[in-house]
C-alpha cells in the first residue's frame, strides 16, 4: 500500500533553517508528481511545493515561500526533501507529504514544524 512518511520537523529560530524529508514506498515514485503541504489549526490545508514527475522536473511554490524554500526529489532512494530557510514564525505549522496517484490524493503523518520569534 501507499506509505508516506515525513521527518525532519522541530523548533527553530526565526531565520533559521530545517530540512524535511518524505520517504516514499508502494507506487512508482520517480512517475508520480510530489507535493508539500501545510496546515495549521482552524486553516485549510496549504499547497506550499511541487515538483513533477521523472528526473529534473519542474517545481513550483506557494508565494509565500517562493525564495526561501527548495522542493526535490531523489527518484534512486523515494525521497523528497523540502529545505526551507530564513524562516519566519508565520511557517509554524504541521507538514504534509502527498501524492496524487490516479486521482486519488495519499498523505503522511505530518511534521511539526514550529519557528520561534
Known amino acids: 500500500q501507499v506509505q508516506l512518511v515525513e521527518s525532519g520537523g522541530g523548533l527553530v529560530q526565526a531565520g533559521g533553517s530545517l ?3 518524505c520517504v516514499a514506498s508502494g507506487f512508482s515514485f520517480s512517475s508520480a508528481a510530489m507535493n508539500w503541504y501545510r496546515q495549521t489549526p482552524g486553516k485549510l490545508r496549504e499547497l506550499v511545493a511541487s515538483i513533477a514527475s521523472g528526473y529534473g522536473g519542474s517545481t513550483n511554490y506557494a508565494d509565500s515561500v517562493n525564495g526561501r524554500f527548495t522542493i526535490s ?7 523528497v526533501d523540502l529545505q526551507m530557510n530564513s524562516l519566519k514564525p508565520e511557517d509554524t505549522a504541521v507538514y504534509y507529504c502527498n501524492a496524487v496517484i490516479r486521482f486519488t490524493y495519499f498523505w503522511g ?5 514550529t519557528v520561534s520569534s
Open 19 to 21: 530540512r524535511l524529508s
Open 109 to 113: 503523518q505530518g511534521t511539526q514544524v
Open 73 to 79: 526529489r531523489d527518484n534512486a532512494k523515494n525521497t
